[in-house]
């Protein structure tokens, strides 16, 4: 069974950095995608970025390229979503999930598996 734990949430100020942490268990890296996902509240969930279990670079939903970036760690079977110069905006449960295949997806309901979600609150 894949088990994705997400860690790394917290309340921070506007302008601050935060690393999240996805550590996934039951199924190695570089045969599953991942993705990071977020929910604002009274919102849907949107996609954030994603990278494929074949490796390359990751694949960003425009609105968050530039402030954040997706990387993994393959040894430690862990991703991380590092985000900078956080906004309000940025307010958000954030989630990660798996997928089997290489392809990156946006859409939520092509992942299969789904950590607990992080919170993360940004105040002005």
């Known amino acids: 069974q894949v088990q994705l734990v997400e860690s790394g949430g917290g309340l921070v100020q506007a302008g601050a950095s935060l690393r999240l942490s996805c550590v996934v268990s039951?199924?190695?890296?570089?045969?599953?995608?991942v993705g990071w996902f977020r929910q604002p509240p009274g919102k849907e969930r949107e996609f954030v970025a994603a990278?494929?279990?074949?490796?390359?670079?990751?694949y960003y939903a425009d609105s968050m390229k530039g402030r954040f970036t997706m990387s993994r760690d393959n040894a430690k079977n862990t991703v991380y979503l590092q985000m900078n110069s956080l906004k309000p905006e940025d307010t958000a449960v954030y989630y990660c999930?798996?997928?089997?295949?290489?392809?990156?997806?946006?859409?939520?309901?092509?992942?299969?598996?789904w950590g607990q979600g992080t919170q993360v609150t940004v105040s002005a």
């Open positions: 999930a798996g997928r089997g295949g290489a392809s990156t997806r946006a859409g939520a309901y092509e992942y299969d598996y």
């Open positions: 039951g199924r190695t890296l570089n045969i599953l995608t």
């Open positions: 990278i494929s279990g074949r490796g390359g670079s990751p």
